[in-house]
T-cell receptor, first 115, second 115 residues
Framework: AQSVAQPEDQVNVAEGNPLTVKCTYSVSGNPYLFWYVQYPNRGLQFLLK??????LVKGSYGFEAEFNKSQTSFHLKKPSALVSDSALYFCAVRGSSGGYQKVTFGTGTKLQVIP | KAGVTQTPRYLIKTRGQQVTLSCSPI?????VSWYQQTPGQGLQFLFE???????NKGNFPGRFSGRQFSNSRSEMNVSTLELGDSALYLC??????????????FGPGTRLTVL
């Protein structure tokens, strides 16, 4: 069974500092990996995804994520945090090995950017 | 292009009642997935429909059911409501079915409160 772990319930970072939101996964076959963001009282919005190729993926709003196959990780990063980045972030994985694979989400990490 | 719409946005029901939630996907999207979001549990997968067929089902009791119509609109039904069913129910649409690397587009959700 596939799974996603987001080890931190909350991450606090000062505005202007780099941020990292951690994600590790377990899946059969090669993974399709996603990051979504949820602002208060709104649905989830897609940020970026990894399918294959370059391990560093760039997405919306200046976010990027690094795929590390040996560590089965897909950490979300941003060089300089903004107060407006404060939101709930979800990592998700979908396996690519045959059949109909559902998407499994992590439990989410609340990012708080402090002015 | 209009986004994913969900109706109603808010519902208050009492234990034992049943409820039907509706989701209209983005035009051209044939896959609709449903998720239950609760604090601390993240997003729990309910089911996915593609071209009117259920492709995947999560670990929820049979009280939770769904269907998809020929125009890709989807409904989910919860019968004999329990207090623990109180949650935000999210609908997501995607261009292709399970096993693909396409991201999902989420609606704003239906907030269900069971008293």
């Amino acid at each position: 069974a596939q799974s996603v772990a987001q080890p931190e319930d909350q991450v606090n970072v000062a505005e202007g500092n780099p941020l990292t939101v951690k994600c590790t996964y377990s899946v059969s076959g090669n993974p399709y990996l996603f990051w979504y963001v949820q602002y208060p009282n709104r649905g989830l919005q897609f940020l970026l995804k990894y399918i294959t190729g370059d391990n560093l993926v760039k997405g919306s709003y200046g976010f990027e994520a690094e795929f590390n196959k040996s560590q089965t990780s897909f950490h979300l990063k941003k060089p300089s945090a903004l107060v407006s980045d404060s939101a709930l972030y979800f990592c998700a994985v979908r396996g690519s090995s045959g059949g109909y694979q559902k998407v499994t989400f992590g439990t989410g990490t609340k990012l708080q950017v402090i002015p | 292009k209009a986004g994913v719409t969900q109706t109603p946005r808010y519902l208050i029901k009492t234990r034992g009642q049943q409820v039907t939630l509706s989701c209209s996907p983005i035009s051209g999207h044939r896959s609709v997935s449903w998720y239950q979001q609760t604090p601390g549990q993240g997003l729990q997968f309910l089911f996915e429909y593609f071209s009117e067929t259920q492709r995947n089902k999560g670990n929820f009791p049979g009280r939770f059911s769904g269907r998809q119509f020929s125009n890709s609109r989807s409904e989910m039904n919860v019968s004999t409501l329990e207090l623990g069913d109180s949650a935000l129910y999210l609908c997501a649409s995607s261009y292709t079915s399970s096993g693909s690397y396409n991201e999902q587009f989420f609606g704003p959700g239906t907030r269900l409160t069971v008293l």
